[in-house]
Protein backbone atom coordinates (compact mmCIF):
# COMPACT_ATOMS: atom_id res chain seq x y z
CA UNK A 1 0.00 0.00 0.00
CA UNK A 2 1.55 3.50 -0.74
CA UNK A 3 1.49 6.01 1.84
CA UNK A 4 -1.05 8.28 0.07
CA UNK A 5 -3.41 5.59 -0.21
CA UNK A 6 -3.51 5.00 3.73
CA UNK A 7 -3.77 8.60 4.27
CA UNK A 8 -6.73 8.63 2.39
CA UNK A 9 -8.38 5.65 3.81
CA UNK A 10 -7.35 6.23 7.41
CA UNK A 11 -8.42 9.89 6.98
CA UNK A 12 -11.77 9.25 5.74
CA UNK A 13 -12.32 6.25 8.59
CA UNK A 14 -10.70 8.23 11.46
CA UNK A 15 -12.66 11.27 11.18
CA UNK A 16 -16.36 9.44 10.95
CA UNK A 17 -15.16 8.92 14.41
CA UNK A 18 -14.25 12.02 15.36
CA UNK A 19 -10.36 11.64 15.32
CA UNK A 20 -7.87 13.57 13.14
CA UNK A 21 -4.28 13.68 11.59
CA UNK A 22 -1.99 15.73 13.79
CA UNK A 23 -2.05 19.14 11.59
CA UNK A 24 1.41 18.70 10.96
CA UNK A 25 1.39 16.91 7.73
CA UNK A 26 4.96 15.95 7.32
CA UNK A 27 4.78 15.06 10.13
CA UNK A 28 2.31 12.59 9.45
CA UNK A 29 3.49 11.66 6.26
CA UNK A 30 6.51 10.13 8.00
CA UNK A 31 4.72 8.66 10.66
CA UNK A 32 2.72 6.93 7.74
CA UNK A 33 5.95 6.14 5.60
CA UNK A 34 7.08 4.23 8.77
CA UNK A 35 3.55 2.30 9.24
CA UNK A 36 4.11 0.73 5.81
CA UNK A 37 7.85 -0.25 6.50
CA UNK A 38 6.46 -1.82 9.66
CA UNK A 39 3.93 -3.99 7.32
CA UNK A 40 6.90 -4.56 5.30
CA UNK A 41 8.57 -5.75 8.08
CA UNK A 42 6.83 -7.62 10.29
CA UNK A 43 3.54 -8.19 8.38
CA UNK A 44 1.41 -5.39 10.33
CA UNK A 45 1.86 -2.18 11.41
CA UNK A 46 3.11 -1.65 14.56
CA UNK A 47 3.19 1.87 15.96
CA UNK A 48 6.14 3.94 14.77
CA UNK A 49 7.24 5.38 17.87
CA UNK A 50 7.64 1.95 19.49
CA UNK A 51 9.82 -0.83 19.39
CA UNK A 52 8.37 -3.72 18.11
CA UNK A 53 9.08 -7.45 18.60
CA UNK A 54 8.19 -9.00 15.40
CA UNK A 55 5.59 -11.45 17.08
CA UNK A 56 2.00 -9.71 16.42
CA UNK A 57 1.04 -11.50 19.42
CA UNK A 58 3.17 -9.72 21.79
CA UNK A 59 3.09 -6.41 19.63
CA UNK A 60 -0.76 -6.63 19.21
CA UNK A 61 -1.00 -3.44 22.14
CA UNK A 62 0.93 -1.37 19.58
CA UNK A 63 -0.49 -2.20 16.50
CA UNK A 64 -1.81 0.89 15.52
CA UNK A 65 -4.50 2.58 16.03
CA UNK A 66 -2.57 1.20 19.13
CA UNK A 67 -4.29 0.18 22.49
CA UNK A 68 -3.18 3.36 24.23
CA UNK A 69 -4.56 6.04 21.42
CA UNK A 70 -8.04 6.34 22.89
CA UNK A 71 -6.58 7.51 26.61
CA UNK A 72 -4.24 9.47 25.23
CA UNK A 73 -6.81 11.34 22.84
CA UNK A 74 -9.30 11.65 25.71
CA UNK A 75 -6.88 12.94 28.33
CA UNK A 76 -3.99 14.85 26.17
CA UNK A 77 -5.65 15.46 22.96
CA UNK A 78 -3.10 13.63 21.15
CA UNK A 79 -1.53 10.13 20.97
CA UNK A 80 1.87 9.00 21.70
CA UNK A 81 3.22 9.32 18.65
CA UNK A 82 1.30 12.08 17.31
CA UNK A 83 -0.38 10.98 14.43
CA UNK A 84 -3.81 11.01 15.53
CA UNK A 85 -5.34 14.54 17.37
CA UNK A 86 -8.49 14.87 19.32
CA UNK A 87 -11.81 16.49 18.00
CA UNK A 88 -11.24 19.22 20.64
CA UNK A 89 -7.09 19.74 19.73
CA UNK A 90 -8.09 19.60 15.79
CA UNK A 91 -10.93 23.00 16.56
CA UNK A 92 -8.45 24.10 18.62
CA UNK A 93 -10.22 23.69 22.16
CA UNK A 94 -7.35 22.44 23.74
CA UNK A 95 -4.05 22.75 24.23
CA UNK A 96 -1.47 20.00 23.31
CA UNK A 97 0.67 18.66 26.05
CA UNK A 98 2.99 15.90 26.72
CA UNK A 99 2.35 12.63 26.08
CA UNK A 100 3.79 10.07 28.31
CA UNK A 101 4.15 6.56 27.69
CA UNK A 102 1.53 3.94 28.67
CA UNK A 103 3.07 0.95 27.53
CA UNK A 104 3.97 -0.71 30.66
CA UNK A 105 7.82 -1.35 31.18
CA UNK A 106 7.07 -5.37 30.60
CA UNK A 107 5.81 -5.22 27.52
CA UNK A 108 8.45 -3.25 25.99
CA UNK A 109 11.34 -5.86 24.65
Known amino acids: MKVE ?3 TALKKSQEAKGIYFNKDKDLV ?3 LE ?3 LNKERYGYMACPCRLACGDSEKDKDIICPC ?3 APDLEEFGACFCGLYIS ?3 HNNEMESHYIPERRPP ?3 F
Open 87 to 89: KAL
Open 106 to 108: EKI
Open 34 to 36: SLV
Open 67 to 69: EYR
Open 29 to 31: FEL
Open 5 to 7: QLY
